[in-house]
């Protein structure tokens, strides 16, 4: 096992290796402690050299995952794939007994992701889902706020996520592969429902339209959707790969209310905005490095034993209602949600402020806009 001043650290293979990979992954390993950046996987050979020169570490096929995996060279895989390769990846990895952070969404089908937590139960390895605001300051003093009955009695979420995304971009994948903006994009907004909400929500109702254009002709260009709650609670998003970049949030109480611009942004400044009676008080966070933050933390579970916050169960959540919202888009009814218990929630207590990282050259890698 590799050491630095006598600590362990863990030993990351980082598995996909493109937009997100390298702009946020790979330069996230330098401002943790505990966790090591040890190899790379890509089908994509420049990549492969490129960046195994630029972090100094190994570099596979993969064709090579399975011996990798064997090797006992790494601890743990974090699995940056396309959406419909992460239960494959995640339980070959499972199988050989090396942990998984693996982006959200988790997976595909509710089934995928039952499968990726049996695996991971079955060979006693720890699954995390990479949530990183469940690490940032911003999102989870929101939590806090929500929480204290500072704005009264929560009742109603809104939010909208928005960008622009390029043709030919994994993003615009068929639906039925994980394409499309809810699993990208409103994956964000039903989170951040659910734990500033504290709950699950019991039925969906979504639409979802698009332009007529080429893009668009197999995911969806945006989608609307209503999440009741328990409670007589209502939460209502839009995600869109459509219009122009914005992200935002508002949590309505019986008191008073938060705003959040750029709740769901990894870098710059998240800002809160509360309004009660007629006092308005504004705070700004640094959005620091989420990914160093969330890397530092599955490693402490790993060499602590213990079980992370973002579990499967957490991406499990979320999954199932990103299908039933598809569902209702498609039939124009509303879908009832059965009951699903979470018994841990994130906090303030998880969270890790690290400093920001300057953005890499990148190698055959664009933003979704198609910038690169």
Not at 124 to 144: S, T
Not at 234 to 258: C, D, E, I, M, P
Not at 356 to 371: F, M, N, Q, V, Y
Request: glycine share 6%; proline share 4%.
């Amino acid at each position: 096992m590799a050491a630095t001043n006598g600590k362990r650290k863990i030993r990351y293979a980082v598995v996909g290796l493109g937009w997100i990979a390298q702009e946020t992954v790979l330069p996230a390993f330098a401002e943790t402690e505990n966790s090591q950046l040890v190899a790379l996987f890509s089908e994509d050979k420049l990549k492969r050299e490129e960046l195994s020169k630029q972090y100094g570490v190994k570099a596979y096929s993969y064709e090579d995952y399975d011996n990798c995996l064997t090797s006992r060279e790494i601890d743990a895989v974090y699995i940056a794939l396309p959406n419909h390769l992460h239960c494959d990846y995640t339980v070959w990895a499972a199988n050989a007994g090396v942990h998984v952070l693996c982006e959200k969404p988790m997976a595909v089908t509710e089934q995928e992701c039952e499968q990726m937590i049996r695996a991971t139960k079955d060979h006693h390895v720890k699954l995390m889902i990479a949530y990183r605001l469940h690490f940032d300051q911003a999102n989870m003093q929101a939590v806090e706020i929500a929480k204290s009955g500072k704005i009264g009695d929560t009742r109603i979420f809104n939010s909208v996520f928005s960008q622009q995304v390029a043709e030919g971009n994994v993003r615009l994948e068929p639906i039925s592969n994980g394409g499309g903006s809810v699993y990208d994009m409103g994956v964000y907004c039903i989170n951040a429902a659910r734990y500033l909400f504290q709950n699950e929500p019991n039925e969906v109702f979504a639409y979802s339209v698009s332009r007529d254009e080429k893009r668009f002709d197999e995911a969806d260009e945006m989608t609307s959707a209503i999440l009741r709650f328990p409670g007589q609670r209502v939460a209502n998003f839009t995600s869109s790969f459509g219009a122009a970049s914005a992200s935002s949030l508002q949590l309505l109480g019986t008191k008073g209310n938060l705003q959040m611009e750029s709740p769901y942004s990894y870098v710059g400044e998240l800002k809160h905005k509360i309004s009660i009676n007629d006092e308005t008080q504004e705070k700004s966070y640094a959005a620091g490095n989420q990914f160093a933050a969330e890397i530092t933390y599955f490693s402490d579970c790993i060499l602590n034993n213990q079980e992370p916050e973002p579990s499967g169960e957490e991406g499990l959540a979320d999954v199932r209602i990103i299908r039933a919202i598809y569902q209702s888009a498609q039939t124009g009814q509303p879908v009832q949600l059965g009951e699903f218990k979470r018994q841990h929630r994130p906090s303030a207590q998880q969270i890790i402020q690290r400093p920001e990282t300057e953005s890499p050259e990148l190698i055959h890698a664009a933003d979704p806009s198609g910038k690169s």
